[in-house]
């Protein structure tokens, strides 16, 4: 069974940086789209950047040029950098994988969450 696992959430002051770290069991994640989402209290899951099994990214307007998504196949691993936090980016951080389906929906796996909070 496919388990995520993130890692490197923590408490951060304004303007500062943290690098999410999300582990997947198998290696055959590589071949999908993963993601990085977050939640807010209060709030809706909020997709906040995703990079393709050919590495392709895209990001939430709030966060471009600030965070960057990437992904170390050898290592099963996505990451997330994150540079000139804020306190609006405070929120519980999930990794997700994709995989699709010939029929129906998607099938999605998510990580445990990791806890990011952004002092001011």
């Known amino acids: 069974q496919v388990q995520l696992v993130e890692s490197g959430g923590g408490l951060v002051q304004a303007g500062g940086s943290l690098r999410l770290s999300c582990a997947a069991s198998?290696?055959?994640?590589?071949?999908?789209?993963m993601g990085w989402y977050r939640q807010a209290p209060g709030k809706q899951r909020e997709l906040v950047a995703g990079?393709?099994?050919?590495?392709?990214?895209n990001y939430a307007d709030s966060v471009k040029g600030r965070f960057t998504i990437s992904r170390d196949n050898a290592k099963d691993t996505i990451y997330l950098q994150m540079s000139s936090l804020n306190p609006e980016d405070t929120a519980v951080y999930y990794c997700?994988?994709?995989?699709?389906?010939?029929?129906?929906?998607?099938?999605?796996?998510w990580g445990q969450g990791t806890q990011v909070t952004v002092s001011s």
């Open positions: 990079i393709t099994g050919g590495g392709r990214t």
């Open positions: 198998e290696n055959i994640f590589r071949l999908y789209t």
């Open positions: 997700n994988l994709e995989i699709p389906t010939p029929l129906g929906t998607p099938r999605y796996y």
